[in-house]
């Protein structure tokens, strides 16, 4: 899901002491099924031009960012309740990783499905 909207972080992160604002341009999960219940990965697409993993280090971690993501993702209708960093195995040079739960699989598929 392409998106526009700004993030910050405050550089609480384990591998960044980078305070800044962090344009988000797309949504994307990664669907999987556990015993019946689905969870998934969201990869939140940062603009790498306001934030480069090579010198900035890694969002991974930053209570700001995630605390800002939550609040968004509820403003437009998604469950964000059980959502969290994934792995730091999981993140990438252009989107930060999080785990999602059944919540927010239900909520997003609803919101996609509403929107297509």
């Known amino acids: 899901m392409k998106v526009e909207t700004t993030l910050h972080t405050n550089g ?9 604002a962090v344009r988000i341009t797309e949504l994307r999960v990664i669907d999987f099924t556990y015993e019946d219940e689905a969870y998934g990965e969201l990869r939140v697409f ?4 306001d934030w480069n993993c090579d010198c900035d280090g890694d969002i991974y971690t930053d209570d700001l960012f995630v605390k800002e ?3 968004y993702l509820t403003s437009i209708g998604i469950d964000a309740s059980d959502t969290g960093y994934s792995e730091y195995g999981m993140q990438g040079n252009s989107y930060v990783s999080l ?3 059944p919540k927010f699989m239900a909520s997003w598929k609803q ?4 929107e297509a």
Do not use: R
């Open 69 to 71: 993501l939550k609040a």
């Open 46 to 49: 940062f603009d790498k031009n």
């Open 12 to 20: 609480s992160s384990l591998w960044s002491s980078k305070s800044k």
């Open 111 to 114: 919101k996609v499905t509403v």
């Open 99 to 101: 785990d999602v739960g």
